[in-house]
């Protein structure tokens, strides 16, 4: 079997933001169905807590420090927005920070407990199969 060819990766970079009850952020873009992390795509020598902090910004309006982000993981799982492609998504946490409404393209902000064991069926596959895993064991 052939292995994927290298442009159908896509390279993100997501944070883990949590409010003061410990429930996790997820967002949903403009036109699709699913909810993920805030974060995004990387822009020219960009690094990967780089991307974390400006994507933040831009889709929330609130400014991470960079150096209150925490990896939580680097991981590759089936694209949620995009058919045929796989993201590779380095992962951070950040302190609780106060977001009142979302920016950019985000149409809509959930607050989740990732706690439970009903997780709703429309979350991105980095976030159930991945992220919430990983946050389990933190």
């Known amino acids: ?4 060819p290298h442009d159908r990766l896509i390279h993100v970079s997501a944070v883990v933001i949590r409010n003061a009850q410990g ?3 997820t967002v949903r873009k403009r036109g699709t169905q699913r909810f993920m992390l805030p974060g995004g795509k990387p822009e020219a020598g960009e690094s990967p807590r780089q ?11 609130v400014v991470l420090e960079e ?3 925490t990896d939580v993981g680097v991981f590759t799982a089936p694209a949620a927005n995009e058919d045929g492609f796989r993201v590779h998504a ?8 106060l977001v009142d409404a979302p920016a950019a393209e985000i149409e809509e902000l959930r607050w989740l407990d990732v706690s439970g064991t009903s997780l709703p069926q429309d979350l991105a596959p980095l976030l ?3 992220v919430i895993p990983a946050l389990a064991t933190r």
């Open 128 to 130: 159930e199969h991945h």
């Open 90 to 97: 380095h992962v951070y946490s950040h302190d609780t920070v």
């Open 51 to 61: 991307t974390a902090v400006r994507e933040v910004a831009e889709e929330l309006g």
């Open 67 to 69: 150096r209150n982000l």
């Open 23 to 25: 429930l996790v952020l």
């Open 1 to 4: 079997m052939a292995s994927e």
